[in-house]
Structure formats: structure tokens, C-alpha cells
């Protein structure tokens, strides 16, 4: 059976960091792009990060580039999403998935997707 678990998020205030982690189980993990989403209280899910089979190449939203790292270890079939300076907006449900091909910001792109883990962060 296809699985992806989050995992890494809490509780954190203003300007602190977290990481989450994305394990991946029942498939061959290395052959597709992935990304991660959030979803905030009140809003629609959106693109967050995304990142190659190889890792070779990423893709990041405006609102959080130079302060989210998206990464992955093939070998240990987990993906990462590194937060740093981090603001009461990026409080959200944040789930990791998988592309049916290329990574993409398109929720329709993915097939595969987590339980999510939530991001608190005060301010």
C-alpha cells in the first residue's frame, strides 16, 4: 500500500524553525517529483515546495522562499521541508505527496497524499 507520514511539527513562536519529515512506504519513492502543501485555518490547500526524482531541481512559493528548504533522501525514502524565521502565517496543516510525474504547484499533479502535520506558530 502506497504511504506518506508527516511527521516534525509542533508548536513554535515567531522567527523560530522546524523540520518536517515525510516518510514513504509501499512504492518506489525515488521515481517521483514531490511537494509539499499547507493549509491554513478558513483557506484552500496550496503549493508550498516542490522538488525533483533526483532532487536536482526545487520550486518554492513566493511567500516562503529564503526561508523554506525542500530536500530528500532517496536511500531513506523520506522527503524534508526545513522552516526557518518563521511567521504566525505559516501556521497551517502541512502534507506532503506525490507527483503522478513532475512536481508541480497543482493540487490535480499529485496522487498520492499524507494525513498532514500542523504548524503552529505565535506570534
Known amino acids: 500500500q502506497v504511504q506518506l507520514v508527516e511527521s516534525g511539527g509542533g508548536m513554535v513562536q515567531a522567527g523560530g524553525s522546524l523540520r518536517l519529515s515525510c516518510e514513504a512506504s509501499?512504492?518506489?519513492?525515488?521515481?517521483?517529483?514531490m511537494g509539499w502543501f499547507r493549509q491554513a485555518p478558513g483557506k484552500g490547500r496550496e503549493f508550498v515546495a516542490g522538488i525533483v526524482w533526483s532532487g536536482g531541481r526545487t520550486a518554492y512559493a513566493d511567500s516562503v522562499k529564503g526561508r523554506f528548504t525542500i530536500s530528500r533522501d532517496n536511500a531513506k525514502n523520506t522527503l524534508y521541508l526545513q522552516m526557518i524565521n518563521l511567521k504566525p502565517e505559516d501556521t497551517a496543516v502541512y502534507y506532503c505527496a506525490r507527483a503522478q510525474h513532475n512536481f508541480g504547484v497543482d493540487e490535480d499533479l499529485y496522487n498520492v497524499w499524507g494525513q498532514g502535520t500542523l504548524v503552529t506558530v505565535s506570534s
Open positions: 509501499g512504492h518506489t519513492f525515488g521515481s517521483y517529483g
